[in-house]
């Protein structure tokens, strides 16, 4: 795999649409503060401020908010309230004194019953459980949702408010809100074995999935998942701090383990009968998502197979529980699941998003799964459906089809990504014909990000460019025009302008061979404010490289954090260039480029990130022996491969709760990419750092949490292990009790004085 070295094109970080050579030095700017850590992680001196607790109303003209314990109706077009719709005072229970301090809640479909929640606490990445009490705003009355011990989950109204399902102690019940009478949907749920209306660990994480009911659109019927773990194996945490440490225990499927068996039920609350709908023979499969057609007691349920190369849309009749495949996405790789599957009023026709054609575009069927037309073509992405506005016939999506080359700003040309513009995301509509497609942001170049109302009349709009501060803006659903700004983070950007910050850039590395033919990566570059040309710098990279992910992003953390983007400015004051490259395997570029390291994960990421440290090493202001590298969670662990098995290209690494072995990570995520272990051996010990611990050479800190329910703790004790018996120097940190994000207290700013330590002392 040869590189060859080719012009720079650099995209600033200012909104001037001029390009400048690459690798000018940026101006110094004078009397400027420096970052501190504290800055980062203690004092908030540099918190975005966004719209805080903003949901749209039913009619698309309001939005509410909790506001110091009152919940408010706010104007859309002015962002001032209107009315209060629950005064705090209201949210007292008899015989208490103090409002109930709630910490969310939820409307019904008219509005004139509110589900509060309080006392919230979280239980892995999405799922969490409260407690809950139903409010009647006419007659001013709180009453807690259930009288029975423990709290709730995913409490949910019925769309004609009458009802509220939710899910306690892993069983699903329902609340006549009329008589407050609680009904058992099921009885059987029991702790690491049965899950009814929940879903399981590895579903949550890997499908984005924790609320495992709906509702019928008629309020008759609840459909439900049912999870029966009893097979899958247990992984044992401790908890540590008493005399004794306690041991925690959940079900997590390693790859090529048994998973959980998955059946999908329909309970009728009239006729208290549940009908099993009909999933297949097969049980070693994923039901990743039943949701409800717009056509009465049609259900749809998405059904994956194990290797999740084939996706099928099944309808099923909610009365006899029969279903048929309607729609079926194959893949030689893998087929990935989103939410951009919309069924349309009227109950003919339902969109849906696919890369059958190389890239992700959208697609209208019939309801017998015929393809209608394909509405979205071209060599860029979809990224998600905003919104489907039925009156009018548009559909509303963000997208990578980077519209600055209308504008006349920079070329494929400049960039030099030939169809493939993976920086920026956009907001765009088109006619269900397949017409009359317009670009509705109007921001010449960054990201937007979408929050549109349910009739689509307006939209909030999260506009960010890189290293700039997002400016929050109302905007009109069918021009895009601006109605009001309503957060410009105008403070943060003057206490950004008082300290020395440097440009974030952004260039193109071009690679020879790879899949497709020539294939360019881009990369982002920041260097000292103070750069000179005739000088020569170390260089920290900074990696995640995972399938579909990106660091490289024309927004305010420039693909990243905000926060790892001012720790990245804080190592620039000390004299770093710290760049970012997304190797192959990442997204926004199409599928071959994506999949092309299906069933050899890290071979060909870390193969682009060292030949990207050497291309770096040959420009005259780096100083190619001192190359060092970092990452988190996929990041640590491709800067644990690359310090072994490149180990002559970077001195130094922090690898930061990385998976060390993919046997020891969940089946979902891990086989959709390698295969199971059994089928592709090669492919998950080939590129385990485990196995080249015997390379490494330049100096390396390991991180790790040992309360991570995700990437577990072994990972790391096994990769120590084996640099012990290779009889290798490394340094680690971990943080007992801490979980993935290994966050909570002074936990941040003690592990990025450490990092940042660790670099100045060893790069």
């Known amino acids: 795999m040869n590189f060859r070295l080719l012009g720079l094109a650099v995209l600033l970080t200012t909104a001037s649409p001029a390009l400048v050579p690459a690798l000018a030095p940026a101006a110094v700017a004078q009397q400027k503060q420096t970052i501190t850590l504290e800055d980062i992680w203690q004092k908030g001196t540099f918190a975005a401020k966004s719209v805080p607790g903003f949901n749209w109303m039913r009619d698309g003209r309001y939005y509410s908010s909790l506001s110091q314990g009152n919940l408010v109706q706010n104007d859309v077009t002015t962002g001032q309230p209107v009315q209060t719709l629950v005064a705090a005072q209201d949210l007292k229970l008899p015989g208490q004194s103090q409002p109930l301090p709630v910490d969310g809640y939820s409307f019904n479909a008219d509005e004139q019953k509110i589900l509060f929640s309080t006392d919230t606490e979280p239980i892995y990445r999405r799922s969490s459980q409260s407690y809950f009490f139903v409010y009647d705003r006419a007659t001013k009355k709180l009453t807690p949702l259930s009288q029975a011990p423990g709290k709730q989950l995913y409490a949910t109204f019925s769309p004609d408010g009458k009802r509220v399902a939710f899910v306690r102690a892993n069983n699903l019940f329902v609340t006549d809100l009329a008589t407050m009478q609680e009904t058992a949907v099921t009885t059987d749920g029991v702790e690491n074995r049965i899950l009814n209306g929940g879903a399981d660990w590895v579903y949550e994480e890997e499908f984005d999935m924790s609320q495992a009911f709906s509702w019928s659109p008629d309020s008759r019927q609840l459909a439900y998942l049912r999870f029966d773990e009893s097979q899958v194996p247990e992984y044992n945490m401790q908890k540590w701090g008493p005399l004794y440490p306690a041991d925690y225990r959940y079900k997590y499927p390693k790859a090529g383990e048994k998973n959980s068996v998955v059946t999908a039920a329909v309970y009728d609350v009239a006729a208290a009968r549940t009908t099993k709908l009909d999933v297949g023979t097969e049980t070693d499969q994923y039901l990743p998502r039943v949701s409800w057609t717009q056509t009465p007691n049609l259900l749809s349920i998405r059904r994956l197979n194990r290797l999740q190369n084939k996706l099928e849309i099944l309808h099923a009749d909610a009365a006899t529980g029969k279903a048929r495949v309607v729609l079926t996405d194959t893949d030689k790789a893998y087929v990935e699941l989103t939410d951009d599957l919309r069924y349309l009023a009227g109950g003919k026709q339902f969109l849906f998003t696919s890369e059958k054609d190389g890239y992700r575009h959208l697609y209208l069927y019939d309801m017998n799964g015929k393809l209608v037309r394909q509405l979205t073509k071209g060599g860029w992405e979809i990224t998600s459906i905003e919104g489907v506005d039925e009156k009018q016939g548009f559909v509303y999506y963000t997208s990578t089809e980077n519209a600055l080359l209308l504008h006349g700003t920079y070329s494929d040309v400049h960039m030099g990504l030939v169809q493939n513009r993976p920086l920026e995301r956009h907001l765009y509509r088109i006619n269900l014909k397949g017409k009359e497609k317009t670009r509705l942001s109007d921001a010449t170049r960054g990201t937007d990000v979408v929050n549109m109302s349910p ?166 202001f780096v100083d190619k022996s001192r190359i060092g590298i970092w990452g988190w969670s996929f990041g640590g662990y491709m800067t644990a491969l690359a310090l072994t098995k490149n180990a002559d290209v970077f001195k130094m690494g922090i690898s930061v709760a990385p998976v060390t072995n993919w046997r020891y990570y969940d089946t979902v995520y891990t086989e959709r990419f390698l295969k199971t272990p059994q089928e592709n051996p090669q492919g998950y010990d080939d590129n385990s750092p485990v196995q080249h611990a015997d390379k490494l050479r330049g100096k390396l800190l390991l991180v790790h949490g040992t309360g991570d329910d995700n990437v577990h703790f072994q990972n790391s004790t096994a990769f120590v292990d084996a640099l012990v018996k290779a009889n290798k120097d490394f340094q680690t940190l971990y943080y007992p009790n801490r979980n993935h994000g290994i966050g909570g207290g002074n936990t941040r700013l003690h592990l990025y004085r450490q990092m940042t330590n660790f670099v100045l002392q060893n790069l």
């Not at 000088?535 to 420039?558: C, E, F, I, N, R």
């Not at 192959?584 to 060909?604: D, E, H, I, V």
């Open 455 to 620: 009739d689509c009349r307006y939209y909030l709009n999260y506009h960010s460019e890189a290293g700039d501060p997002q400016v929050v803006s109302l905007r009109n659903g069918q021009d895009g025009k601006l109605v009001k700004v309503l957060e410009d983070n105008a403070k943060l950007r003057q206490k950004l302008s008082e300290y020395t910050l440097s440009k974030l850039e952004f260039m193109k590395i071009g690679l020879n061979g790879a899949v497709g033919g020539d294939q360019l990566l881009v990369a982002s570059i920041l260097k000292p404010a103070n750069f000179d040309p005739s000088k020569k710098y170390p260089v920290l990279m900074y990696v995640y490289g995972g399938p579909g992910s990106q660091t490289v992003k024309d927004d305010a953390g420039g693909g990243i954090a905000f926060t790892n983007y001012l720790w990245h400015q804080l190592l620039a004051q000390q004299g770093y260039i710290i760049v970012s490259v997304d190797n192959r395997g990442t997204g926004a570029r199409g599928a071959a480029f994506k999949k092309s390291t299906y069933a050899n994960l890290g071979k060909l990421e870390t193969e682009d990130q060292a030949a990207a440290a050497r291309f770096l090493g040959q420009f005259p």
